[in-house]
């Protein structure tokens, strides 16, 4: 009768070895590089981080919101991690934080002696963070906002700048998710081709 014989241990850490290696080429390097060249043939413009253009220099994504002051341009949402696409996140404060209220309230003045609204009138997107803190849009209402602001600096006229948002309202994601929105970025540059072609 013939006797079982068992892998030593050094058999044992040899196949554990071997599995780990086969797994690691299947995993990271097959199949990653499998997905990624079939992502980039399928969506181009999205593996590439959604990147916009203009005359040939990156101006940002259209997926990450960026800081905007100068009074010529529309404003973003407030931003809890300033903007840093590598610090995503909401402030974790709660609404009945202090520190919260002051900081809204900072913002609501802000804006009130910036656009010369009351408090009443300004949209709650352009006083809450959004929950990754890089949401790159505003609400069609947020940005008719500043529409006065923005034409007075830019010497346009009011119904000038607001067709220009009309035409950058975006629907809900597939017409039910979420809500009307306007890219920030989007509507900025398209602002810079009107004074681009007014030359």
Not at 109 to 133: C, F, K, M, W
Not at 136 to 147: C, G, R
Not at 166 to 184: K, S, Y
Request: aromatic share 6%.
């Amino acid at each position: 009768m013939n006797s079982i014989v068992y892998p030593t241990k050094t058999q044992h850490v040899v196949m554990g070895l071997r599995a780990s290696l086969a797994l690691l080429f299947v995993c990271g390097v097959v199949y990653t590089g499998t997905v990624t060249q079939l992502g980039g043939a399928l969506f181009p413009v999205q593996a590439k981080g959604s990147v916009i253009h203009r005359d040939n220099v990156a101006m940002g994504s259209e997926f990450i919101a960026q800081p905007f002051v100068n009074p010529a341009y529309f404003y973003s949402r407030p931003s809890a991690v300033g903007y840093d696409p590598m610090g995503t996140g909401g402030s974790n404060l709660a609404p009945s934080n202090p520190a919260l209220r002051e900081r809204v309230m900072a913002t609501s003045q802000e804006i009130q002696a910036r656009e010369s609204v009351q408090a009443a009138d300004i949209p709650v997107d352009l006083l809450a963070t959004s929950g990754a803190g890089l949401d790159p849009h505003i609400s069609p209402a947020a940005a008719k906002l500043q529409v006065a602001r923005v034409a007075k600096a830019r010497q346009l006229a009011e119904p000038q700048v607001l067709t220009l948002v009309a035409q950058f309202i975006e629907p809900p994601q597939w017409g039910i998710f979420g809500q009307e929105r306007v890219n920030v970025l989007k509507l900025n540059l398209a602002l810079d081709q009107i004074a681009k072609h007014a030359q």
